[in-house]
């Protein structure tokens, strides 16, 4: 059946590409964006009437955060993806829906127990407090900056991703202090929290972290690991292994993602070139490595065998085009990869006819693999990447300004 999927996937991007004239970059981001105001707007529509956070699909239906018995790392994206159609559109609807929505996670900026904060806060507070200056958003912020930093030990010199001394599915793999490349991505509440406050503490932490990501998480090809686990009192590494690519040894393709996404965005607030430098090195690995597709939409593990039976991740594929779209401001030559890769996803193959997909944007999106979780399914975050990268190209083609 996987193997009938790809086939398939196959023949419509040909045909797409064949039948259709390349769009004009603005016009691929104009077009793609109205399409997606279209489908999001009915999915704005259903969050809104449930007082409700979309995450992804289960068995035809919408599966809601709250639905779910854990803290939800997802459930900025849906308002943070509010506030985006509202920068495109100025529509006032998408600013009260952001407005509502984000609200619905607003508790969760006292967790310590959480390391994916950033991800939380980030990307709902932090957008409607750049697009509205509203205190209060910004208090928000601070409030969850400030709950991330707890996670930090200066021994060790990380964030700690997943506690482990619960009844978690991580607390039986062995680790003590483990820090996952994903963790690269809360930096910027960190960030943020300094230029806001002057306190240069969120800082320091946000330094520290990149820089021992750089120094463990990376092979000589410049691959990542996905979870660097260290000695929580001696601060050496204990093990390098995944918990959601195919191996410990191989290329889970939204790790490649965050980390890409990660240091350009570290360079972004430090101009500290060794982050700059390490950005274009994933960047080659990525846009060089020989068994991507020709479409350039990932299989979830870069390493899986039988590719012709691997689900693809177009969520990987969207955080990619959103990274590289702002590391081509400084390094011209990956703007075409990038723009390339938003065509793919624009086309029939991965992007749903509005009123199909229950409303999410993108189809065949994977989770976790290993898991058995959203394997070929939208996602919320996958959706919001995509957009911003679509506003990205919007303002890089002189249309709009962010």
Avoid at 208 to 217: F, M, Q, R
Wanted: charged share 20%; net charge negative; aromatic share 14%.
């Amino acid at each position: 059946m996987m193997k009938k999927y790809l086939g398939l996937l196959s023949v419509a991007f040909f045909f797409y590409s064949c039948v259709e004239q390349p769009l004009s970059e603005s016009v691929l981001a104009d077009k793609a964006l109205e399409s997606a105001e279209k489908q999001l707007s009915l999915l704005r529509d259903e969050a809104v009437a449930r007082k409700g956070l979309p995450r992804t699909v289960e068995g035809g239906k919408i599966c809601w955060t709250d639905e779910i018995n854990y803290i939800d790392w997802t459930e900025g994206f849906f308002p943070g993806t509010c506030w985006y159609m509202f920068e495109y559109t100025k529509d006032n609807r998408w600013e009260s829906a952001a407005g509502l929505l984000q609200a619905l996670c607003e508790k969760d900026k006292y967790l310590t127990s959480a390391h994916d904060l950033g991800f939380m806060f980030n990307s709902s507070y932090g957008n409607g407090f750049r697009l509205t200056g509203n205190a209060d958003y910004k208090e928000v912020l601070l409030t969850a900056a400030h709950s991330l930093s707890q996670r930090f030990n200066p021994v060790v010199g990380c964030i700690q991703s997943w506690d482990v001394n619960n009844d978690s599915w991580q607390s039986y793999k062995g680790w003590q202090y483990p820090v996952i490349i994903d963790n690269m991505m809360n930096l910027e509440l960190l960030f943020k929290a300094t230029a806001l406050t002057g306190d240069s503490s969120y800082y320091h932490i946000a330094i520290s972290h990149a820089d021992k990501t750089l120094e463990n998480h990376f092979r000589p090809d410049n691959s990542s690991y996905h979870v660097v686990d260290y000695d929580s009192i001696t601060g050496n590494i204990h093990v390098k292994q995944t918990a959601q690519g195919y191996a410990d040894e191989s290329s889970w393709a939204r790790g490649q993602a965050w980390g890409l996404y990660g240091y350009t965005m570290c360079y972004r607030y430090t101009r500290e070139e060794r982050y700059l430098q390490q950005a274009i090195k994933i960047a080659d690995y990525i846009t060089h490595f020989p068994l991507m597709p020709e479409d350039r939409i990932p299989y979830w593990d870069y390493n899986v065998s039988e590719l012709e039976q691997q689900p693809r991740d177009a969520s990987a594929a969207a955080i990619t085009a959103s990274a590289l779209l702002e590391l081509c401001t400084l390094v011209p030559s990956y703007k075409e990869y990038a723009v390339s890769i938003l065509r793919s996803l624009s086309s029939p193959a991965y992007c749903a006819p509005v009123g199909k997909n229950n409303f999410f944007v993108l189809m065949h999106s994977t989770g976790s693999v290993p898991h058995n979780a959203e394997i070929d399914a939208p996602l919320n975050y996958a959706d919001y990447y995509y957009v911003e990268a679509l506003l990205r190209l919007k303002e890089l083609s002189g249309y709009g300004k962010r």
